[in-house]
């Protein structure tokens, strides 16, 4: 098995034409889960902030998206379902034995960041694929099995996955007498309870599967 973390600057992003298009409405994209997938499509949970402006509707302009439904708006951005008929997308899709790993997102000041996992055939066939549709500035290869000395859930969880999942364990959320909920959490970490809520709960996916994995 291998996980791949591939990055672009935002330069590199603008020289696509659906990606710059994003960028001229958000500050920030962040999908925080996929909802469902078909072979048209994925049906994706995402934080937006949106440009001063803007509207969440402008979205539906764009060749490769289309608003589902919005969700909540608060101060960190608007939680909506899209539905994303990128080649990004289509590529993962077509492709098996391959995961992308949420969260992921574009971000005007941050570039993009995507990883991916899975059998190493497929993952050398993403990766052709990818560089065709939009070469990445870095690509990052690693295998699972890492020394003894290694940090492993470094390559299972996300940086952000690794302080939501810190911060609720520090705080008690899973003592067997917690006290503390969800929003009072994600106030501490001055997020949305929803976003907040997704990195836990993507963690905990990963976290168990890697024990299932251990186990089997």
Known sequence: MRKVVLKWKTNSLRGSKEISEILQICERMEILGHLSINEEGVTQLAEIKLKEGKTIEELDNLDNFKVVTVHEENEDGVLVSLFCTHPLAITAIELSNIHIQPPYGISEKNGMEMRISGLSNSIRRFISLIRIV??????????????????????????????????????????????????QLADEMEMARSTYGEHIRRAEVEIMNKIFNDLN
Do not use: C
């Open 134 to 183: 939009l070469p990445p500035d870095n690509i990052s290869v690693q295998s699972f099995q890492r020394e003894n000395n290694d940090n492993i859930w470094e390559t299972i969880l996300t940086e952000r996955q690794v302080q939501v999942l810190s911060h609720a364990i520090r705080k008690g959320f899973y003592s067997m007498d917690r006290n503390v909920t969800l929003k």
